[in-house]
Antibody
Framework: QVQLVESGGGVVQPERSLRLSCAAS????????MHWVRQAPGKGLEWVAV????????YYSDSVKGRFTISRDNSRNTVHLQMNSLRPEDTAVYYC??????????????WGQGTLVTVHS | NFMLTQPHSVSESPGKTVIIPCTGS????????VQWYRQRPGSVPTTVIY?????PSGVPDRFSGSIDSSSNSASLTISGLEPEDEADYYC??????????FGGGTKLTVL
């Protein structure tokens, strides 16, 4: 069965960096686009970024563009989110989500359990 | 910017039918597929409708989705409401710049 396991969350000070990882298993990883979606405490879902199946294209929300970088390693079945210049408003649970297809359709058909990132001084 | 707007909350009695609307602005909702996700407290979101009206396996046919281009809106209809349907529901799509978009979420209370 499809498994997505996030790691790398924690408490970090503003302006510092953090790198999240998502280990995928149970499916052919390089057939699917991969997304990060976040949810601030008590708030709704917010899409963060996507990487195509072959890393050819990446796209970001306006709120993280220029600060976050999504990447993937198809040899290791992992996707990463490098988060720089973190702000308190980046505090959220970060979910890794699989796209239904390789060139993203933005249908998130499987989700990880999430990893909590807390940004405060 | 393309946005999706949902009511903050809806409520209905068990056995009844509820419709959760999702109104698009800043673009045509028919330009890309709409998905609906259910999130129970403390749980990960799961799909109840994808590609406007399709149901993943395991989702009962009490759940249905539709698109109305004339009102630039999508709707999630849940019939025969059950107490376990109580959850937050999110509509979702993406814009012309390949950015994912979520509605703000609707809290469904089954009275």
């Amino acid at each position: 069965q499809v498994q997505l396991v996030e790691s790398g969350g924690g408490v970090v000070q503003p302006e510092r960096s953090l790198r999240l990882s998502c280990a995928a298993s149970g499916f052919t990883f390089n057939n699917h686009g991969m997304h990060w979606v976040r949810q601030a405490p008590g708030k709704g879902l917010e899409w963060v970024a996507v990487v195509w199946y072959d890393s050819r294209n990446t796209y970001y929300s306006d709120s993280v563009k220029g600060r976050f970088t999504i990447s993937r390693d198809n040899s290791r079945n992992t996707v990463h989110l490098q988060m720089n210049s973190l702000r308190p408003e980046d505090t959220a649970v970060y979910y890794c989500a699989r796209d239904h297809k390789g060139w993203p359709t933005y249908y998130f058909d499987n989700w990880g359990q999430g990893t909590l990132v807390t940004v405060h001084s | 910017n393309f946005m999706l707007t949902q009511p903050h909350s809806v409520s209905e009695s068990p056995g009844k039918t509820v419709i959760i609307p999702c109104t698009g602005s800043g673009g045509s909702i028919a330009s890309s597929y709409v998905q609906w996700y259910r999130q129970r407290p403390g749980s990960v979101p799961t799909t109840v409708i994808y590609e406007d009206q399709k149901r993943p396996s395991g989702v009962p046919d009490r759940f249905s989705g539709s698109i109305d281009s004339s009102s630039n809106s999508a709707s999630l209809t849940i019939s025969g409401l059950e107490p376990e349907d109580e959850a937050d529901y999110y509509c979702q799509s993406y814009d012309n710049d390949n950015r994912g978009v979520f509605g703000g979420g609707t809290k469904l209370t089954v009275l």
